[in-house]
């Protein structure tokens, strides 16, 4: 490839048939290397970075902007900056793949890069406040909440089943009958956050104590049977 310059002025598209008084000059950027692909974790650190960039001797600095694309349009993402280095975290970007781009330019002359493709792995839960288990339940005939519900500062909804492998619910489980129990629950993650593994919490409800009245012993003379 080559670009046209009059002057100062770069010329992307000549008019006319014929060219004059040509000089040729070597492009000021000879080469530059960066990955075209990236992982990161959601809310954590990443850092776009071009390395080696090779300029002919005597160019000036390089300057880099960068784009974000969507729907196949460029929009610019902070200003132009002679830093190498361009920091995803300030993006804030959510889980999937985005696409990047960047333009070096110097000395007028600008050079654009292939896309970059980052890909934002959701993030693991991490602050949960588990369920706690009712104490000192005793049958009633009624259901009664077997545990007090847990919580999950941000990222999902905490989810509750009698059952690790059945269906969870947002409701507080109940048990009716004496016995023991197991209550499993775990976080349902949103867009951005994975869910948690199931954990458990055990929950009894004591029997009901019989109480006998109206017993009485009716004392008579021995008569010789077994009444």
Request: proline fraction near 5%.
């Amino acid at each position: 490839g080559c670009a046209f310059k009059s002057g100062s002025t770069w010329i992307t598209d000549p008019i006319g048939t014929e060219l004059t008084n040509v000089s040729m000059a070597k492009i000021p950027i000879k080469s530059m290397n960066y990955e075209t692909k990236m992982s990161m974790t959601y809310g954590g650190v990443g850092t776009l970075l071009v390395n080696n960039v090779k300029k002919e001797p005597g160019a000036g600095a390089v300057s880099f902007q960068w784009y974000k694309v969507e729907d196949g349009k460029e929009k610019a993402v902070g200003d132009a900056t002679t830093k190498s280095q361009f920091d995803l975290y300030a993006q804030k970007l959510p889980a999937g793949n985005h696409t990047f781009r960047f333009s070096a330019t110097c000395d007028g002359y600008k050079k654009m890069s292939q896309d970059i493709v980052v890909t934002v792995q959701k993030a693991n839960i991490r602050s949960i406040t588990p369920p706690v288990a009712q104490e000192n339940l005793t049958y009633t005939g009624q259901e009664q909440a077997l545990i007090t519900a847990g919580s999950v500062t941000s990222g999902g909804t905490m989810q509750y089943s009698l059952t690790e492998n059945g269906t969870y619910s947002p409701d507080i489980p109940t048990g009716t009958d004496a016995g023991e129990y197991t209550v499993w629950y775990r976080v349902i993650g949103d867009a951005n956050h994975n869910d948690t593994a199931p954990a458990s919490v055990a929950v009894s409800i004591g029997k009901k104590p019989l109480t006998i009245t109206g017993v009485t012993a009716a004392s008579k003379p021995y008569d010789g049977t077994t009444n």
